[in-house]
């Protein structure tokens, strides 16, 4: 099952300290918007997103029909039918795409360790 690309989205208290605390591990800002407070920065093909007062808890992100420089995807798995898949296998998602719609969607699943999961098509 092909996820798409794939990052970790942490809650962060202070958005500027922990931007700096990435720098300082080779990271650079990638994409985002301060004033929203969120910013998406990349080590190499390594990415993480930094979201202060957004939500609680980190989350694991895979973008369907991304590579992992947020560049669309000629051929991809649609996050609908990859709810379907996870469905059938028994993962009931938490927040789910609507099966009728085409286009940006996404669903949340969450671990048996209460990890959420986050499968966010922006194509």
Do not use: C
Request: hydrophobic share 40%; proline share 5%.
């Amino acid at each position: 099952m092909e996820l798409g690309a794939f990052s970790v989205s942490l809650a962060v208290r202070d958005i500027d300290a922990s931007k700096a605390f990435y720098e300082k591990l080779g990271f650079a800002v990638f994409a985002g918007d301060r004033s929203q407070n969120w910013l998406i920065m990349k080590n190499g093909p390594h990415a993480i997103g930094l979201f202060q007062d957004k939500f609680e808890g980190n989350i694991l992100t895979f973008n369907p029909g991304w590579n992992s420089d947020a560049e669309p995807l000629k051929e991809f798995t649609d996050v609908r039918e990859l709810q379907r898949r996870l469905k059938e296998n028994g993962v009931t998602p938490v927040a789910e795409a609507d099966e009728d719609s085409s286009g940006p969607a996404s669903l949340v699943i969450v671990d048996p360790d209460g990890n959420t999961i986050l499968l966010d098509q922006h194509v």
